[in-house]
């Protein structure tokens, strides 16, 4: 692989393109833990193992497949993640935003993302679906830190707007539309694999935070430093509320993800079909 990021992106890009897959995705898509269930729902056309791309590292988490796919919703061409890279599996900040990296430069305009998160505010309920809006980052680490490579992106990208108003509105039209009572949400990243105290979800909550989670922003931030338009959408999975806070199974997650799966692919489905994406 060549030292310069933006010559790891052409090279890997050139890869991709020489495995025979020629289309130009419009948007691209993140699958969080236990929403692989998203991927039944793709046409796929063809597939890579993440060890077969290089520049790729390789995902640990278990519900995460690991695979880069390459499709269509609808009549619309995407390429998606079935599966993340996270900071707590040892990778740096430019390792686990790579694949965005690369996704972007294959065309795609669009990053539509997905996790599952605690949610801290007490309006919510495990198995809701919300629409991030903004998000806190508590990583403590920033994927553009380092010298700044002007043609990928400026070197102090404005955050006024992380998370696209347009989509935002067209994923909460759908929503309404199917009777779904989507909720609005600041999302709060910490590094993990540990979850929360009961004192940091207070503190975050008095920050302003509505869901926790350990993933989303890193991508989020380099999507916007190459000029991408961004939608998170997020499934509570657990309700993480200080003063009756319980053991967290993450088996029990991984089975709410799956159910929940279905009405985060109808709504980027949705904002595909009737955004012009």
Known sequence: MPDCLREQIRFTVDFIRNTGYSDTPEAALIFGSGLGEIARDLVIDTSLSYHEIPGFVKTTVESHAGRLLFGHIGSHKVVAMDGRFHYYEGYTMKEITFPVRVMHALGAKTLMLSNISGGINPEYR?????????????????????????????RYPDMIEPFSRRLIALAERHARRLNVDLKRATYTSLTGPTYETRAEIRMIRKMGGDLVGMSTVPETLV?????????????VSNECFPDCLTAIDPDDLMERAAIGAKGIFGIFKAVLEIGGV
């Open 126 to 154: 495990a198995g809701d679906i919300a629409v991030i809006t903004d998000h806190i980052n508590l990583m403590w680490d920033n994927p553009l830190i380092g010298p700044n490579d002007y043609k990928l992106g400026p």
């Open 223 to 235: 999507a916007l430093h190459g000029g991408m338009e961004v939608l998170g959408l997020s499934l």
